[in-house]
């Protein structure tokens, strides 16, 4: 799936939007790119993560023993990669603070593991999975993502294989760009919400 095929199925279900958006990260965007709405068609999700499946595949063959996503954004994509890729798959929930495995869920033997994330802006939520499945005895070989809205400058200590890359800018609110600074800002994300 090419970067242009990966945008079409945001675009395509209105997941790609433009306005002032305050990410999870606290950091201000005139970008956001909704996948929770690209979750709403099984189809289109599915799509989705069978490119991602195989990319992972392609770059790490037969190595992967678990595919682990933190909650709650990462979960369907993870989920849908897993089956693809036909493994188990585990996912990650706050504990006071950080991540951890619950529900029963182990790594067995040191598993070589994939860490799926929808989105990756700042890498925060991917550092932290990656910190748990060490926590747990595993071994975690990459982080695939459907995009990188980073431009492949996050570093979340292991290789990113994003379906996308795109360079979006993100600014501090003191730090705004004048086409932002007169729009009012919406928080589409979950981090931080009661």
Not at 169 to 178: G, I, N, T, V
């Given at each position: ?14 997941a790609l ?23 709403m ?78 989105i ?31 431009g ?10 994003p ?32």
């Amino acid at each position: 799936m090419t970067k242009d095929q990966v945008l079409e199925e945001f675009t395509a279900c209105g997941a790609l939007m433009n306005g002032h958006f305050i990410l999870s990260s606290g950091l201000r965007s005139d970008t956001y790119l909704n996948k929770s709405i690209v979750s709403m068609y099984p189809d289109r999700t599915a799509r989705l993560c069978a490119a991602l499946a195989l990319k992972a595949h392609e770059e790490l063959g037969d190595a992967i023993d678990y595919v682990i996503s933190p909650a709650m954004g990462g979960i369907i994509y993870g989920y849908e990669t897993a089956r693809s890729l036909e493994l188990p798959f585990m996912y990650t929930e706050r504990v006071n603070g950080q991540f951890e495995l619950r529900r029963g869920f182990q790594i067995e033997g040191n598993g070589r593991v994939l860490i799926v994330e929808d989105i990756i802006s700042t890498g925060l939520s991917a550092r932290e999975c990656v910190e748990a499945v060490k926590r747990h005895g595993g071994t975690p070989l990459a982080v695939a993502c459907l995009i990188d809205r980073s431009g492949g400058k996050a570093n979340v200590g292991l290789p990113i294989l994003p379906l996308a890359e795109l360079d979006v800018p993100a600014y501090r609110s003191d730090q705004l760009p004048d086409h932002l600074k007169n729009v009012p800002p919406v928080k589409p994300g979950s981090r931080g919400l009661s």
